[in-house]
Structure formats: C-alpha cells, structure tokens
C-alpha cells in the first residue's frame, strides 16, 4: 500500500475529483489513478482487495467493459468515490 500522509491523499483525492467533474480522466482511469495513486497496488492486489475478478478490473481500466453502476461503486470505494445517475434537463 502507498505511504501518503493526510494532506498528500487529500490532494491526490481533490484533482481526481476535479479530473472527473470535468472530464480530464475517464472512469476507468479514474480506476487505475485510484489503484496506483492510493495504494501503490497491482491490478492482481486490488482486484483480491476489492473482491472482483482480474479481467474485470483490467477490463474497467482500459475502457473495454460497460459495467453496472454498482460494480464501479465496489472498485472506487476505497478511494471515497460514489457514482450515481442523475437527469439532466435539456432544452428540446
């Protein structure tokens, strides 16, 4: 695991969340930053950390999957991330 003191996972946190909001990163790198920012991890670490298979998480990361809201929430988890949907109103 990554050796980072408070302030330094804050602003690792602050510019992934910025990154996101503003669409710098996808979610899938979102993923990776999050895996080897934080934790210092393999894909073959925090896949057993987290509890899913090898293949779902590389297949996150590199963008090749579509997986459900619930699976992504599972893999950012430890990085405090939660994704939900929400409408937006458009004008028709």
């Known amino acids: 695991m990554a050796s980072l003191s408070g302030e330094q996972r ?10 996101v909001a503003n669409n710098v990163i996808t979610i899938g790198e979102l ?6 920012q934080l ?4 894909q073959t670490q925090y896949a057993k950390f987290i509890k899913v ?5 590389r297949d996150i ?3 090749n999957t579509d997986p ?5 929430n599972k893999i ?5 991330f939660q994704l939900s949907v929400r409408a937006l109103r458009r004008e028709i």
Do not use: H
């Open 10 to 19: 804050k602003e690792i946190l602050a510019k992934l969340e910025n990154d």
């Open 31 to 36: 993923v990776k930053q999050v895996r080897t």
């Open 39 to 42: 934790y210092g991890m393999t």
């Open 53 to 57: 298979s090898d293949k779902t998480l």
């Open 61 to 63: 990361e590199k963008g």
């Open 68 to 72: 459900r809201v619930s699976v992504l």
């Open 76 to 80: 950012l988890a430890p990085g405090g």
